[in-house]
Each structure stands twice: as structure tokens, then as C-alpha cells.
């Protein structure tokens, strides 16, 4: 995107700031419109072209055809999900709890108890719970220290 100096706008020049080392030396000039043009002599007129208000006018006119975000109103207020959701977090609590539970006083780690709840129609039910046990921990439980089973 290259920009005509003789056809951007014509700004005033604010300030010219000198920066750079000795030989790199550059010119800030600060323009009425808020822009600055670099350049590598100072400029010795009042006024200066400004590219970056024909960019910045390119770049308008083009967000201006673009098309705008419609704004969507938010849902009514359903009673009934609030219903859903505390049923679900009641369920999900129930759930910890078991897992816990189980996982005290079979020793093991509550990642390895799987519980499933089914859905009766009037909530969920506990349906069944799966322990998965490694070979120590099966071991450990079915045949206690004090037994008579050295393995």
C-alpha cells in the first residue's frame, strides 16, 4: 500500500524532536493531528504532507464496509434450567461422595472408583460402582495382615 505525498494532507507541524547518534540522526515531527513523520532533515516549512491520515482514512473507509456484529438480547430467564443445574450438581456431589467414601475405607485412590447413576424418572439413582485395582491393593484387601494367607 504506498500513499502520494503530494496528495495527503497538508498538517502543521507541532515539534521536532532530533534523535539518533552522530551519521543515524532522524527528525520526529509531531503534526496537529496527533501523527509523526520521520524524516532525515528537518523540515523547514510550517506544514507537511501526512501519510498516515490518508492510511488512516484507507483503513476507515474499509472498517466502515465491513459488516457490524449484531447484538443478540440474552435469553429469557428459564426456571427450568436452574432446575437442571442443581440437579446435576446435587447428582455430582452424590458421586464425590461415594467416591470418597469408598476410597477411605478400601484404602485406595479415589481416581480408581467409578460410579455410575442412572436416570429413574423421578432422578438419578445409584446404578453400580467399579473399583479398578492394581495387583498390590487387590492383594491387600483380600487377604489382610493377620491372615493365615502368606503371598
Known amino acids: ?13 507541532v515539534e521536532i524532536i532530533k534523535t539518533g547518534e552522530w551519521s543515524k540522526v532522524q527528525y520526529i515531527h509531531k503534526l496537529d493531528c496527533g501523527h509523526k513523520e520521520i524524516r532525515k532533515r528537518a523540515a523547514s516549512t510550517k506544514k507537511i504532507a501526512c501519510l498516515d491520515c490518508v492510511k488512516a482514512g484507507l483503513a476507515e473507509s474499509i472498517l466502515s464496509s465491513l459488516a457490524r456484529p449484531a447484538i443478540v438480547d440474552p435469553p429469557i430467564e428459564a426456571p427450568w434450567i436452574d432446575d437442571i443445574a442443581e440437579d446435576i450438581a446435587q447428582t455430582e456431589q452424590e458421586i464425590g461422595f461415594i467416591r470418597a467414601g469408598l476410597a477411605n475405607a478400601l484404602l485406595i485412590s479415589p481416581e480408581t472408583i467409578d ?7 423421578d432422578g438419578m439413582k445409584l446404578s453400580y460402582v467399579m473399583v479398578y ?14 491372615s493365615v494367607f502368606d503371598i
Open 115 to 121: 460410579v455410575v447413576m442412572e436416570d429413574e424418572g
Open 133 to 146: 485395582l492394581d495387583p498390590e491393593n487387590a492383594k491387600r484387601i483380600a487377604f489382610p495382615q493377620n
Open 1 to 13: 500500500m504506498s500513499s502520494n505525498r503530494k496528495s495527503a494532507p497538508q498538517r502543521s507541524v
